[in-house]
C-alpha cells in the first residue's frame, strides 16, 4: 500500500487527509528527497539565521519560508550524507527530525531512503486486536548482542509460545550506549546501538513474515535530559504546566501547533515508514493540554483516520484510569486508544501473590477484592479515593468491553522499577505464580508477558542508563531511594545503575528455556496459551460493555463471569490463599483449566478453574 499523509494547518489546529503519493514525501519534518537530490528543512521559529552544513562542504545558507520555517534543496545529495544546521553562526544542532543518528545524538544527522526498502508482506494489514497476546522487549538485553537483527533469530520461539505481538521498548536515538529508552533526545532516529533504520526494517519484515504485530512505545510526555536542542530554537516547552522532568511538552501554548505537528508526523513516521501495527503512549497523564482539543483526542482520532485499511492498535499507559479515552462506537471499533494498561490488575495479582504491602501496593491491601472488580470492569478504582494519594482515583469502566484494557503479571515498571529488579518468581512460590498467571493469561482482556517470563528467567531486570553527564545525580538518587530495602539485611547493594554491570545483569540468557526447572515453565506457557488461542480468543469479538460480574468470599477466593461476544458464558473460579475453601457455590460447565485442585464444592490453595457454558 502506497500512502501518503498530507498534514494541513488550520487556525492552529491540524488535519490529515489521505492522498496517491509515496509517504516517504510527506513530512514537513525532516530532509525531504526531490529529482535532483534533497530538499532540507528545518523549523527554527526562535532563529534569525539558518545554514546547512553538510559534511565536505562549506555552510550554505538556508531561505526563510515564513512561520519560522527554513528550507534549503541541494541537488546531487542523496541517501548516506551527514550534515547539521547552524543557528544565527553560534548554536551547532543536529535535525531533531533526524532519521538517523550514527555519531549519538550530539553528532551529525544521516539522510536515510526510507522508501529503497524491500518489504516481503506488503500486504500486511496486521491482525485483529482480540488476537493479540502480547510480549514486551528491550532490545538492548532481549539478546546479548543487542540488536534489531539479533532479535529474528528469537522470533520463532515467540511463535511456538503463542504470543502473536511484540511490544519494544522506546527505541528513539537516546545519549550513550544504553538506557531503557525513556530518555529519548531524538524521536524520530532509532537508536545507533541497536543498528540502522533498515535493520529495524528488517525486524518489523521478518516479525510480520511470521504473523507477529509489532507494537513501538513511545514518549511524548517529555525529552530526555541530554541530546535534545529542539528547545533552543522553537517554543518546545510551556511553564503552563510543571511534570516529573520539569516544564511540560507545549502542547497548548504559543506556537504549540507546530509542535503538535512534530509529534504527530513523529506518530505517523513510525507507522508508516516501518509499518508499525501500533504504538504503546507513555504516561499520557503527562500530556498537558488544555486547548479546545486536547492532543491525545486529536492525534488519536488522527491517525485511524489516515490508516483506514490498516489493524492499528492504539495502547495508553494513564495512571489516572481516564475510561474516556478507550470508548467505542456503535460498531465495538474504538475511537481513540484501543485500551490502556491495566495496573489494577498487575498490583492486585502481585499483592495477593506477595503480601507487598507498601508504596502505591498499600492501595490494594484487600487484593482479591480489587482484582475481581479489575477483571470484571476494567478498573478496581473508578473514582474512589485512594489511601496512598488521598484523592479520587479513574472513572466508571464497566461499559468498556474487557479488550479495552492490557493485562500482566510482569513489566519493565514493575520488574525494573524495583531495587533489585527482581521478576516474580523471585518474590512468590511457583504454584502462585502459576495461579496468578492462569488467571491475567485466560482473563478476556489483553494479556502481556515481559520477556523472559514464559521461562522464569533467572536474570533480573534492573534499571540502567548511560547519561555520563547525569552519572552521578542518578546513581545518588538510587542509593537513596532503595537504601531501606537492603540497609538492615546482609545482602549487597544492586548494581549502580550507571555501570555496564547493571545492563549485562539484565540480559537474557538464551540457554535457560531448555535447561531443568525452566523447561517445565515454558511448557506451562505455551500449554496454557494454546488454550487462550482455541478457547478465548474467537470468542472475544463482538464483546460487549456491563458483560463481567465478580463475587469474593471470606476475602480470599473470587468468582468472575462474563458474557462472552457468541453469547456463551467464561466463569473464573479462584482461591488466592494458602487455605481450602469450601463451600463456593458450583455449577457444571466446560472446564477449560485447571491449576492446583478443585473438588464438586470447593477450591485448594492457589487452585484456578476456568469453565465455559
Known amino acids: ?166 511490544e519494544i521498548m522506546p527505541v528513539a536515538s537516546f545519549p550513550g550506549a544504553r538506557n531503557w529508552g525513556y530518555d529519548g533526545a531524538m524521536l524520530y532516529a532509532p537508536d545507533a546501538a541497536y543498528g540502522r533504520p533498515e535493520d529495524f526494517r528488517a525486524l518489523v519484515d521478518a516479525c510480520h513474515a511470521r504473523g507477529l504485530c509489532v507494537v513501538l512505545d513511545v514518549v511524548y510526555n517529555h525529552f530526555g535530559p541530554e541530546g535534545n536542542y529542539f528547545s533552543a530554537y522553537a517554543p518546545l516547552f510551556t511553564d503552563k504546566h510543571q511534570t516529573p522532568w520539569g516544564a511540560a511538552i507545549n502542547y497548548d501554548d504559543a506556537g504549540s501547533a507546530g509542535v503538535r505537528r512534530f509529534i504527530l508526523e513523529n506518530a505517523l513516521y513510525w507507522l508508516t515508514e516501518y509499518r508499525l501495527d501500533g504504538l504503546r503512549f507513555d504516561a499520557v497523564h503527562e500530556i498537558r493540554d488544555e486547548g479546545s482539543v486536547h492532543f491525545l483526542d486529536e492525534l488519536t482520532a488522527a491517525l485511524r483516520a489516515a490508516l483506514p485499511g490498516r489493524q492499528l492498535h492504539l495502547i495508553a499507559e494513564n495512571a489516572h484510569n481516564q475510561a474516556g479515552w478507550m470508548k467505542r462506537d456503535g460498531a465495538g471499533k474504538p475511537l481513540y486508544f484501543s485500551a490502556q494498561w491495566n495496573d489494577d490488575v498487575h498490583h492486585a495479582l502481585h499483592v495477593a501473590g506477595t503480601g507487598e504491602r507498601s508504596g502505591y501496593y498499600a ?27 488521598g484523592e479520587p482515583r479513574g472513572e466508571p469502566s464497566a461499559f468498556l468491553p474487557p479488550s479495552a484494557f492490557v493485562c500482566y503479571l510482569q513489566n519493565h515498571d514493575q520488574v525494573g522499577n ?49 547519561i555520563q553527564s547525569l552519572a552521578e545525580d542518578i546513581s545518588k538518587h538510587r542509593r537513596e531511594e532503595f537504601a531501606e530495602f537492603y540497609a538492615d539485611t546482609d545482602e549487597a547493594p544492586p548494581p549502580d545503575a550507571m555501570t555496564q554491570e547493571a545492563f549485562t545483569a539484565s540480559t537474557l540468557d538464551w540457554s535457560e528455556p531448555e535447561a531443568p526447572g525452566h523447561a517445565e515453565w515454558l511448557a506451562f506457557y505455551r500449554t496454557i496459551l494454546a488454550v487462550r488461542r482455541t478457547e478465548i480468543v474467537p470468542r472475544l469479538f463482538g464483546m460487549a460493555g456491563h458483560c463481567g460480574r465478580h463475587e469474593v468470599f471470606s476475602g480470599r477466593a473470587m468468582k468472575v463471569s462474563w458474557r462472552l461476544g457468541d453469547g456463551t458464558t467464561l466463569e473464573l473460579l479462584a482461591n488466592l490463599s494458602n487455605e481450602p475453601l469450601e463451600n463456593l457455590p458450583c455449577w457444571e460447565p466446560r472446564q477449560i483449566w485447571l491449576q492446583g485442585h478443585a473438588s464438586a464444592t470447593g477450591l485448594g490453595p492457589w487452585s484456578v478453574v476456568w469453565r465455559l457454558a
Do not use: N
Open 363 to 389: 492501595d490494594y491491601a484487600d487484593p482479591v477484592a480489587h482484582l475481581a472488580r479489575a477483571l470484571a470492569q476494567g478498573f478496581s478504582y473508578q473514582g474512589e479515593i485512594t489511601s496512598t494519594q
Open 418 to 466: 524495583r531495587a533489585f529488579g527482581e521478576r516474580i518468581t523471585a518474590l512468590a512460590p511457583a504454584p502462585v505464580v502459576r495461579a496468578l498467571a492462569a488467571i491475567y493469561l485466560l482473563s478476556p482482556q489483553i494479556p502481556l508477558l515481559f520477556m523472559g517470563e514464559e521461562w522464569a528467567a533467572s536474570q533480573p531486570f534492573l534499571y540502567f542508563s548511560d
Open 1 to 166: 500500500m502506497v500512502l501518503k499523509m498530507t498534514i494541513q494547518m488550520h487556525d492552529d489546529e491540524l488535519t490529515v487527509a489521505s492522498a496517491d503519493k509515496a509517504s516517504s514525501q510527506s513530512y514537513d519534518f525532516g530532509p525531504r528527497f526531490y529529482s535532483e537530490g534533497v530538499e532540507f528543512r528545518l523549523w527554527a521559529p526562535h532563529a534569525h539565521k539558518v545554514d546547512l552544513v553538510v559534511a565536505g562542504a562549506a555552510p550554505v545558507a538556508m531561505d526563510a519560508d515564513g512561520d519560522g520555517w527554513f528550507r534549503r534543496a541541494m541537488p546531487g545529495l542523496g541517501a548516506g550524507a551527514r550534515y547539521r544546521f547552524l543557528l544565527d553562526d553560534e548554536l551547532d544542532v543536529p535535525d531533531p527530525a533526524s532519521r538517523f543518528q550514527p555519531e549519538d545524538v550530539a553528532g551529525p544527522s544521516e539522510v536515510i531512503d526510507t522508501g529503497s526498502f524491500a518489504w516481503s508482506r506488503p500486504d500486511w494489514t496486521g491482525r485483529a486486536w482480540e488476537e493479540l497476546v502480547i510480549y514486551e522487549v528491550h532490545l538492548g538485553t532481549f539478546t546479548a548482542q543487542g540488536t534489531f537483527r539479533a532479535a529474528i533469530e528469537r522470533l520463532d520461539h515467540l511463535v511456538a509460545l503463542g504470543v502473536t505481538a511484540i
